[in-house]
Every structure is written in C-alpha cells, then in structure tokens.
C-alpha cells in the first residue's frame, strides 16, 4: 500500500565547510581532475546520508555536483556561451549579483547536461526511490543576454532552444532506469507577467517522455534565501495546470501557508507538494509547528494526494540547520500520519 503522507525534498542540499573550501581549492588550481571528482562524490554520499538520516521517503543527490541551484557547472556542459561579470559585486546580498552569460551562438549541450551521470552515480550509493531534477527551459533561458542585437531576440527564443536539450536529458535519463524526474521552473512564478507561452514551452521539453512520475517545482526565488516576486500562485495557475505533470511542488511555509485554498483544485488532477518547512528562515520548526501547517494542508486537499517538502532546495541554508529541518518534517509528517491512521 502507497505510504500516507510520503516526505521528500525539492533537490538541493546544503554545503558541507568542506565542499566550500574544496571547491575554491580546485579553483585555484591545487586539486587535480580525480581529486575533485573525490570531492563531489563524497558530497553526494553526505547529502545523501542527511537524508537517509532524517528518514526522507523520496530523496535526491542534494545537486552537489552543481555550484549552486542551475549555476556554473550546469551552463558548463553548453556551447555558445561566454560568462559575464555580475552587475554588483559588494554589499548586501542580492540576485543581481548572480552570473550571467553573454550568447555568442545558438547554443547546444553536445554531450547533454550531466544529469544522467549525476543519477547513475547517486543510483548505486542508495536504495531508496530517487528523484532526478533539471530547470526548465523558461528558467535556464533567464541567466542569458537576449534583446535587439543579439542572437536571441528574447527570452522565450532563448528558451525554445533550450527545451530539444531538456528533453533529451530526460529521455536519456528514462533510459537509464530514472524513475522520477522533476522540473524546476521557479521562473514562470516569479515572472508570470513575462511575453512567454509557460505551459507550451514546458510541455513540449517533456515531449513523447513515457515511463517516469514528472514533476514540476515553481517558487518564488531562493538565491542569497531571499524571494524576489510578489509570492501568489494566482498569476500563474491555469498555466502551471496546463503543465503536463503528475505533481506540482510548491512553496507554502515561508508564506505562512497563504492560498493553501488553491490546492484543493490543484489535487482534482494532480498530486501536489506542499513546502512545509521554511528553507530561508532559521527559526527552525518543531515536530508540532510541521503538523499544524500539515493540518491546515489538509483543509484543502486529500491526504491520498499530498506529499511533504520543504519550500526550495537547501542550497542557501547552513548545514546544521537544513539536517535539523530535514528531522522537523518527517517528525511533523509522522505526527500527523499516527493521528489520520487512529
Ligand atoms: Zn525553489
């Protein structure tokens, strides 16, 4: 029988000091190529663990393969890219001090994302069910220079390009035994108001995909752990509805559990992942505080429908804290669980 309540992440984990200083050791050239494949594989192993620790039901290599959500070593695997400098570069953290990247050509990933490797690695390391994640093609198109003059004349050019790469990958990875992969497309939420066909878009990277559970995650921006859009679903709803998926993952705690209404409208066709955990706040939930947001979940949806999350990845919050939040939630979910069960 399905598990009630089945608890899972939305993909990253945070960063171990260690990987930190790695990772700048290797840039600065003092780690060589199997030193710091080492590196990422006992970051995985970690991120692993935390979760397995925590009695996670549906679990992910905690993207420690990537500098960060989508950053560095995902638009490493394109061509036709060149990286620019962030606008700001001091003072208080923002997302205007992200990289970004100047299009010389039409790009490509000739040899793929590197999503299939990072889900064959994590594969052999864990026997529970395991997610694979890659952005969507509307967020990856966001960190690239587009306008008059340029080789994309917009953003969603840029984006259509990106969706035959998308699909690919997540063909690649249904062959290779994936069992469930999630889109990440926070930018749809944060920007519904851009010239862009959101769902088209979405559903054509997951064009002629058979044999895997697909998810979609939309959030409201976590970089630096801060949002950066006006935090409603409603904008955004009947698009994200015409995603063609079998779950939406959505960010709830951090909003004190605002428009959970929405959801009982989202569970008539989907199934729906609740952020009950707040991923940018480091108040870090009791067991109670996890099942009373849960309880209010459940005013609007079928417990047969939910899973449990935290808001966003773990990327940007510390270590210490994510594992203790890790433990908030499968306790709250079990509190919750033992009350429906009688
Ligand atoms: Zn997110």
Known sequence: MK????????????????????????????????????????????????Q?????????????????????AFYGHLTGLEPLEPNRKVGAAGHDQQHRFKVVERISAPHGFGVVNEYLYAR??????????IPGPFTLAGRLTYGDGEVYGSREEAAWDFVPLVNAEIKALAEAGAEFVQL???????????????????????????GVTLAAHL??????????SKRTYKPIFDEMMAFNVDQLLLEFANREMAE???LTEVTQEKEVAVGVVDVKSYYIETA???????????????????SLIPDCGFSETARWASRAKLHALTAGAALVRQQLMG
């Open 52 to 72: 397995e620790d925590a009695g996670i039901d549906l679990i992910s290599d905690g993207e420690m393969r990537r500098a960060g959500f989508f950053t560095a």
């Open 288 to 306: 109670e505080d996890v099942a009373e947001r849960i309880r209010t979940v459940l005013t609007a949806v079928p417990a047969e429908k939910l």
């Open 124 to 133: 052999q390391r864990t026997t529970k069910p395991l997610k694979c994640l």
């Open 219 to 228: 959030c409201f921006g976590n970089y630096v752990g801060r949002p950066l």
């Open 184 to 210: 990440d497309e926070p930018s749809s939420a944060i920007h519904p108001n851009a010239e862009a066909a959101f769902s088209e878009l979405f559903n054509a990277a997951l064009k002629d995909v058979t």
């Open 260 to 262: 959970v209404e929405l």
């Open 3 to 50: 598990k009630l309540l089945p608890t899972s992440v939305v993909g990253s984990y945070a960063w171990p000091s260690w990987l930190h200083t790695g990772l700048a050791a290797a840039h600065r050239g003092e780690y060589g190529p199997v030193d710091t494949e080492e590196l990422l594989n006992d970051a995985v192993d970690m991120a692993i663990r935390d």
